[in-house]
């Protein structure tokens, strides 16, 4: 590989704001924090406004919407119409 082209590929610590959860993988993103984790070594750190622990399609709050959505409001609309059938 070509020296000085490739982005810097290290350990990051991505931290959900809403949360508080951590969670540390391999990244490019540019950071300027840094956090000192449980096993004593010193990790970027990269703030984020929400991840798969508080978006609510991953914690199941999406349910509460379905619920109350446009399908169960065409239900209430015309779900106690029926339709006539003849009599034979």
Request: charged letters at 30%; aromatic letters at 10%; zero cysteines.
């Amino acid at each position: 590989m070509k020296e000085g082209i490739h982005p810097n590929y290290r350990d990051v610590v991505f931290v959900d704001l809403s949360s508080g959860s951590k969670f540390l993988t391999r990244s490019t993103v540019n950071t300027r924090d840094t956090i000192k984790m449980d096993d004593g070594k010193e990790y970027p750190l990269f703030k984020l406004d929400i991840s798969s622990e508080s978006h609510p399609f991953y914690t199941g709050a999406q349910q509460r919407v379905m619920e109350t959505g446009r399908v169960e409001k065409f239900r209430q609309k015309f779900g106690s119409r029926r339709t006539a059938t003849p009599s034979a």
